[in-house]
Structures are given as structure tokens and as C-alpha cells.
């Protein structure tokens, strides 16, 4: 059983950082690419970053490009999403997820690509 449990959020003003954390049971994470989605009241769930298992490959959505990095240590299975320029609208529910496979899949964007979630966490940015 993999177990994905993500910690930094919190209420920040517009324009702060907040460096979110995703801790993963197991040897397993090393194994496979990690994703960082959110899910703002009222809309469904959307990717922001996928990273491959050895970091060689990260991808983002063009909405956090330039403002987002995750980022991982897998000494110490945890995957992180570091994030500055924080905007109103980048206030959402943030979930880490594992992938199905190592590398990165032309899906990698998609839910249907993770199969573990972790229970989320909160980021709220005030204006």
C-alpha cells in the first residue's frame, strides 16, 4: 500500500511563496514519475507538474510555468512543489500522485495517468 501525505499549505498574501511537501511511504517512489494537481471550489481537479523518477524530465502547466518548481529527493521519498509569485487564483486544494510508470507518459497530464493520491492540502492566497 502506498501512502502519499502533503504538508506546507497554508494562507499566503498574493505575490508570497509557500513550498509544498509530499511524503511517500515505501521504496516504491523511487520507481516512478510523481505529480503535483489542485482543485480550485468549483472546478474540477487540474494538473500543474509531473517530474519522472530520476528528475530528468519535468513538465507544468502553462498557468504555474515560470512560478512553480517540484522538485524530489528520493533518499527521502518526498516530492516537493516550491512556489513563488503566489496568485489569488492559484487558491485550490493541492494533491501529490503517483504515476503508473517511471518515465513520463504523453498522458502525463491526466488522472487517469496516477494511481495514488494523497489526501491534499490546502492553499489559500489572499489578494
Known amino acids: 500500500q502506498v501512502q502519499l501525505l502533503e504538508s506546507g499549505g497554508g494562507l499566503v498574501q498574493a505575490g508570497g511563496s509557500l513550498r509544498l511537501s509530499c511524503a511517500a511511504s515505501?521504496?516504491?517512489?523511487?520507481?516512478?514519475?510523481m505529480g503535483w494537481f489542485r482543485q480550485a471550489p468549483g472546478k474540477e481537479r487540474e494538473f500543474v507538474a509531473t517530474?519522472?523518477?530520476?528528475?530528468?524530465?519535468?513538465y507544468y502547466s502553462d498557468s504555474v510555468k515560470g512560478r512553480f518548481t517540484a522538485s524530489r529527493d528520493n533518499a527521502k521519498s518526498t516530492l516537493y512543489l516550491q512556489m513563488h509569485i503566489l496568485k489569488p487564483e492559484d487558491t485550490a486544494v493541492y494533491y501529490c500522485?503517483?504515476?503508473?510508470?517511471?518515465?513520463?507518459?504523453?498522458?502525463?497530464?491526466?488522472?487517469?495517468?496516477?494511481?495514488?493520491w494523497g489526501q491534499g492540502t490546502q492553499v489559500t492566497v489572499s489578494s
Open positions: 517530474i519522472s523518477w530520476d528528475s530528468s524530465i519535468i
Open positions: 500522485a503517483r504515476a503508473r510508470t517511471p518515465y513520463l507518459v504523453a498522458t502525463y497530464n491526466a488522472e487517469v495517468s496516477y494511481d495514488y
Open positions: 515505501g521504496r516504491i517512489f523511487n520507481s516512478y514519475a
